[in-house]
């Protein structure tokens, strides 16, 4: 691979010597070329040096989806400052502690983001307000165009090596205070690459953006990618992503490739006529990741959309964000799975006794040049998370004979009942098969005999919901030691984080009280 000098790189030469009149993004009406979208970054690019942004300075970007988050990326990737996403539905807490365990005192807004920013303890040192922001009374701030406008020239540095940090991705926070995967400019450049032969990607691809640029998919599953070979990106504005809008915005964008989180799946897959609007548009090819998905929504999108490959894929925010996949050709035997690594991506198992192989159950274990060096300023954890030069990911794979791998669940979700080892999403697999299930989720609460048994939470859209049914299924389907003891119906959506991650943290109480007033109701 002859790589960029750093990811603006990409972007300038395809602006200068590929496609510099090629479309390369478009949205709410308005479309702009590969040499537009270098000529604009460049100049931002300019204005914030002029500002005292350049090499090493920690710049939080808190947007929604817009021409300017791609426009911003680019230029702090020209200057070497380092990028920090911020999610928009965060809160003010949340946004201070990005905004404090970063170090980043820049902050480029717009009015999505204010909404958190408003609730701040403190304010970052430089504001950069894009479009109509109202911040704080007394915060000064300066308006995104009026840097553009100030940028007349190319920076006067040259640049970032590939090996410095460009980018921190904070998680989603299943699990404590968020914390930031570092990536340099090599391993952006690596993760995008890798995309290009891994699933096919040419110069035809219209790609719907549906994902938050503040999210590591945003940016980094296709649209990147499309940048190296002349590809061409929708986005979509943040908000409203109802199965209706989805279905509305790829009709109109005539978008060929996508990404959809399981959640909209199972929202289209119950409405028979957006089915048939998808058959009927231009979508071939539709990735959906995540969380694993319910083997039986798979099964439908398999029977209603013959003329669109949708394959489950895994990826982290720790990158690669598209680490395996699931190619077309590959669907219908192996439906359910998550395919196989793509060509940047090596992966194995970590066994119960410690040892790493290459087929069989256990930890999924990764390693790749895209992969993240660390988490920063976490040493202590850097220390748990790395296994023999691996990556260990928290995710329970299985690995079969042909190297296709099928995600579990997390080893945190695990259940030990009794001694032995139950995993969760194989029993969430036969409940979501029922009638009447919307979705399901099972976790393991203490148990006086077992120390811990599964208690399966149903989220159901039939009137009456026979909890009998679950119970069967599972006898029919299940060895007796995996089968939930209790099945309780949940009347509200099951409680998913920003970047629509199940947060099975907040279910475990949740179940505990259910059980506890149940139990004290028939006492």
Known sequence: MTLARNVYGVLDRAAEQWFADRPAVGFDGRTVTFRELRDRSLRLAA?????????????????????????????????????????????????????????????????????????????????????????PDGVES?????????????????????????????SSGTTGLPKAATHTHEAVLWNSYGQI??????????????????????????????????????????????????????????????????????????????????????????????????????EVCGRELPGISVCQGYGLSEFPTIATVLRPEETAEHEGSAGRPLPIADIAVLGDDGAVGRRGRGELLLRSPATTRGYHDRPEQNAEVFHEGWFRTGDVCEIDDGGFVSIIGRTKDMISSGGLNVYPKEIEDVIDRLPGVVESAVVGVPDDRFGETAVAIVVTDAEAFDVEVVHAACRDKLAGYKRPR??????????????AKLLKRELRPWAEERLAADAAATA
């Open 47 to 135: 204005g914030l040096e002029r500002r005292g942004i350049g090499p090493g300075r920690r710049v939080a970007v808190m947007m929604g989806n817009r021409l300017e988050w791609p426009e911003a990326f680019f230029a702090l990737a020209r200057v070497g400052a380092v990028c920090v996403p911020v999610n928009v539905l965060l809160t003010g807490a949340e946004v201070d502690h990005v905004l404090r365990d970063s170090g980043a005192d820049v902050l480029v807004v717009d009015e999505i983001g204010q909404r958190a920013v408003t609730r701040l303890e403190r304010m970052p040192d430089t504001v950069v307000a894009v479009g109509d922001v109202a911040l």
């Open 197 to 298: 032969d891994g699933i096919d990607l040419d110069p035809s691809v219209r790609y719907a953006v549906f994902p938050s640029f503040s999210w590591a998919a945003g940016l980094h599953n296709l649209f990147l990618a499309l940048i190296w070979i002349g590809g061409y990106s929708e986005i979509r504005a943040t908000g409203g992503a109802s199965a209706d809008a989805v279905v509305e915005f790829v009709e109109r964008s005539g978008a060929t490739h996508a990404m959809l989180v399981p959640s909209v799946l199972r929202a289209l897959v119950v409405r028979d006529d957006l089915m048939a609007r998808l058959r009927d548009s231009d979508l071939r090819w539709v990735i959906t990741g995540a969380e694993p998905v319910p083997r039986s929504v798979l």
């Open 486 to 499: 209790h099945v309780l119906v949940r009347d509200e959506p099951l409680p998913r984080s920003a970047t």
């Open 142 to 170: 300066v308006a995104y165009e009026a840097v553009v406008a100030d940028g007349d020239g190319r920076p006067a540095t040259p640049g970032p090596d590939l090996s410095e940090l460009f980018i921190l991705y904070y």
